[in-house]
Every structure is written in C-alpha cells, then in structure tokens.
C-alpha cells in the first residue's frame, strides 16, 4: 500500500491509530503511552517516546515507514544515530531491521481508520486554490478563528525574524530600519526592489540633514532612483538635477539603476514617480518618524500622519515628461493602510519582541484589528468559499494560510486540514 510517510506521521503524531490490543509483527504487546516529539531534522522521527513492549518500558525513539524495507534502504542499519530506536512502526513490515550491533529493533503494523487515507486522498483529487473548499464548510467557525489567531502571530514571528536582519545591517537602530522597510512597502509589490535599493543608497542621516528644504529632498530622492530627465525637462526637473548634481558630489552618491523601476500595467495613481513624491512629503513631515509612532501608535494619527500631499508640480503630472489634468496626489487611505498593516504593525511587534514590551505588541495587534482587511485576489478568494476577513488580522491570517499551506499542501499541519482529514462518519 503506497501510502506517503507524512500521513504516517500525522497519524502517530495525533494518535488516530487504533490503540486497543497492540502487537509487535512477534506477537509481544505494545502500549503507546508517549508518541514522542516530532524531529523535523535530520534522524528518527520522534525523540522521547514511551513505548511499552511486554513487561518493559522503554523511553526512545520511533522510526516510521510505509515499508520495513525502507530502513535497510535508506541504510539506518549502519547510521549510529538510529541505535536508540526502540519501536519501528510500518504499514508493510516486509523485513525484519537492525541496529549498527546487530540487535533486533521490534516492529509494529500501523492501523488506522480507512476514512483518514480517504479524506486525505480527496482532498488532492481536484486542482483547485484551496484544498478544502468544497468541505471547509463542515469545520466548525470557532477552529478557523483560532487558527487565524495562531496564523496571525506565526506571520508576525516571521516578519520579526526579516525586521531583526535588517536591525542587525543598520547596527541595531530602529530609525534607520523602519526607514529600510518603510521604503521598500512604498513600492507595493511591483516597485519594492528598487525602492528598498533607494533607501540603502540614501541613508537617512542625509535626508535629515536637508529635511526642512523639500526640493532638495525631492532632488536626492529622485536623482538617487535615476529618474531624473534629461534633457526636454521644465524647469522644475532642471532645478531638481542641478541640485542633485551638487549633493551627489558632496555625499559622493551614486544612483541606482533606473531600468529596475516598473510602469507597465500600473495605475498612475502608482507610479513610482507619484510614490517617490509622496515618500519625499513624508520624510519632511516626520523627523524621526519611528519614535513618533512608538509614542502615539493611535490609528487616526497614524493615518494623519502618512496622509501626504505632494508637490505642486505632481498635482498635474504624474512623470516629468508629461502634463496631466490636475488631481489631488495625496496618499489614498487604502495605500495608508497597506502601509500600516505591513510595515508600522510588523515593526512595532518586532521592537515590542526585542524590548520584552507585551502591551506594545498587544497594540501592535489592535492595530490590525481596527483596520479594514486588504482587498486582494487571495482574501477575495477566501471570501468566495465561505471564509471571510472581517480585520486586517484576518487578511493577513488568509495570507499567512494560502502561501505557508494552502500552496505548499501541508493540509496536515493545518488545523482546518487537521478537522477535516480526521473526520469519521
């Protein structure tokens, strides 16, 4: 029977084995009172189990295969680190197995409910987005609210884990690494690359420096993404490339690639001209940006606080090179809120995280939960098959839950997966 091993290992993990009158192939009684640990690297599958054979106890480690012959396959007869093995557990016990001294390690024939294979198999008999969608309807609402809560921290801890290496890169100073992340989420996906390389070719005590002349802001910003013209400017662009020539010099800076900036299929709205104007407001408005929002991480002031108008030569532009009829440019409360749920949300949780700070966490969290869930394919998705995100903390939970699982079909370490394969009629 070609069973995969991950299932196996599901069953011993959880226990949805028959338990009740337990053999070794031999014959000899065998009692599961610890399963043990699960060991994702490299060794048995579980440590510490407690296994009961015969009359004695023994705390070890268990070893799962779909045939007995694996274990002569994968050579764990001559590999030291499986001689604690006590209990070797498989679905097909086609071979007796060994320890590297030649002592005998007891097997057992693993039974379990038909319908766990069969739930397990059906769900992988369609292609669809998401496995489950024509049965998540039967896992109770109270499982798939915890397990967006548990989704939810793991996509924080995950955040925390890449906001601690770009800490670590700026020397342990939160300003300079809010100002890294902050720009690269200013690019919203399509531009993030080369926002985030702007902001590591413009380090942040160079604005600081010039924070109360927006021009010459303007100037190092664009003049660093390359998107400066040149030639058939106005004299608006001329103004901004003669300075830029001049603090280029005086910071010896050098540009960035221009070609990495995308436009194709953007709404205008969102080209990186219009985003970098925005970015250059916000840098003038707010000194010390970080600081600012540790002190008061209150919605409505953060919202107040990105809500940035451009420059009046944006209002009827959105490149250099072309006249546009005159729109407000000021960041959209949506773009704000994407703002706020990846980059302000994540590295609070993670400065909270460092400083052992739960109540900024908790506030880290509540501001996920004020704000409205990011309307996108996958939360649309989700929407369509009955699972709908009512926060940002349920957005993000979906998110975490479609590429972490979903897509790499680990349904058996989902708790919705988990209900629905372990389900008896």
């Known amino acids: 029977m070609n069973i995969p091993e991950a299932l196996l290992h599901y069953v011993w993990q959880n226990k949805l084995f028959y338990v009740n009158n337990l053999t070794t192939i031999d014959g000899v009684p065998v009692e599961v009172i610890n399963v043990g640990k699960i ?23 268990v070893e799962i295969h779909t045939h007995a012959s694996d274990w002569k396959k994968h050579n764990h007869q001559a590999n030291r680190t499986y001689d604690n093995v006590v209990l ?34 059906q769900l992988f008999v369609e292609k669809r987005q998401i496995f489950c969608e024509n049965r998540i309807k039967e896992v109770p609402e ?37 100002y890294t992340i902050l720009a690269r989420n200013f690019g919203f996906g399509t531009n993030s690359e080369p926002f985030e390389q702007l902001a590591k070719s413009l380090p942040q005590n160079i604005l600081a420096k010039h924070k109360d ?130 980059t302000v949300a994540p590295v609070l949780f993670a400065y909270a995280e460092k400083r052992k700070n739960d109540a900024l966490k908790n506030i880290a969290f509540e501001i996920l939960e004020q704000l409205p869930p990011e309307k996108n394919a996958v939360v649309s998705y989700w929407n369509t098959i009955g699972v709908a995100a009512h926060s940002a903390c349920d957005s993000q939970a979906l998110l975490q839950l479609k590429k972490h699982y979903c897509d790499l079909k680990k349904c058996l370490h989902c708790s919705i997966g988990h209900k629905i394969i372990a389900k008896r009629h």
């Open 142 to 178: 109270i499982v798939i609210n915890s397990w967006k809560t548990a989704l939810l921290t793991e996509r924080l801890q995950q955040k925390t884990a890449a906001i601690f290496e770009i800490l670590f890169q700026n020397k342990n100073n939160w300003e300079d690494t809010f």
């Open 213 to 342: 002349n927006l021009l010459q802001i303007e100037a190092l910003l664009f003049g660093q993404a390359g998107l400066l013209p040149t030639q058939n400017a106005d004299m608006y662009a001329i103004t901004l490339k003669k300075e830029y020539d001049f603090l280029a010099q005086k910071y010896n800076l050098k540009a960035i690639d221009s070609s990495q900036w995308k436009l194709l299929r953007l709404r205008p709205d969102n080209f990186p001209h219009v985003r970098i104007a925005q970015f250059a407001v916000l840098v003038v408005q707010s000194s010390k940006l970080f600081s600012k929002i540790v002190e008061m991480p209150d919605i409505a002031h953060l919202r107040k606080m990105f809500a940035c108008e451009p420059s009046e030569f944006w209002q009827t532009h959105y490149r250099f090179e072309n006249l546009s009829k005159r729109k407000s440019k000021r960041m959209s409360r949506q773009s704000i809120d994407i703002l706020l749920i990846n």
């Open 39 to 61: 060991n994702t690297d490299a060794g048995p599958d579980f440590f510490n189990a407690k296994i009961k054979i015969g009359d004695t106890l023994w705390a070890g480690n």
């Open 88 to 121: 070797h557990v498989v679905i097909d016990a086609d071979a007796e197995t060994f320890r590297t001294n030649g002592t005998k390690i007891p097997q057992m024939v693993l039974k379990f409910p038909n319908e766990i294979l069969q739930n397990y198999t």
